[in-house]
């Protein structure tokens, strides 16, 4: 089972059946995606699609279960190549800071413009909160810094290069 038949199954459901449909969008032949559905049906040992002559008119109940999975997984793949673009990138993206109100009026303009000349293409977003909930530093734990500015995104945790340029910028 391969997952580009997986991509198969999912693009003929969404091109209301229509294997030509889904094979132009998929950029690839109408012979060659039948095959491949044929394959991963004999490997599955049912039938995924209702067909009449040579016209697939539905899904079969087992091919409506698998299409519940297949799109689950050819989601799954594309978040995980999405993460990966995210991951190794080293100058775009999200950067969410927790902070109190004196941080964000006072000591953080200062650090920001630096930052952002930086990198331009990182958003900033801030979040003022009371100093308890923004003192909970979840990637930032030293006290040392000011305010333990900390980040909560999940790309930009994966982000070595600017999250330590902001540490720099806030140590500095």
Not at 44 to 54: A, D, M, V, Y
Not at 98 to 103: E, I, N, P, R, S
Not at 144 to 152: A, D, E, F, Y
């Amino acid at each position: 089972m391969r997952l580009e038949q997986l991509r198969y199954v999912v693009e003929i459901a969404k091109h209301g059946n229509h294997l030509s449909a889904a094979a132009a969008a998929m950029y690839t032949s109408q012979p060659g995606v039948s095959r491949q559905i044929r394959l991963l049906e004999h490997e599955l040992g049912f039938e995924i699609f209702i067909r009449t002559r040579n016209r697939i008119i539905g899904l079969t109940e087992a091919g409506e279960r698998v299409l519940e999975i297949a799109n689950r997984v050819v989601a799954d793949a594309n978040s995980l190549n999405s993460f990966k673009d995210d991951f190794l990138s080293t100058d775009h993206g999200v950067l969410r800071i927790a902070t109190t109100y004196a941080q964000a009026n006072y000591i953080l303009p200062g650090v920001i413009g630096p930052f952002m000349r930086s990198f331009p293409d990182v958003q900033i977003v801030l979040k003022q909160s009371d100093p308890k909930v923004a003192s909970n530093p979840l990637i930032f734990p030293t006290k040392k810094m000011l305010g333990n500015v900390h980040q909560i995104d999940a790309k930009a945790v994966n982000n070595q290069d600017y999250k330590k340029a902001f540490q720099a910028l806030l140590q500095a």
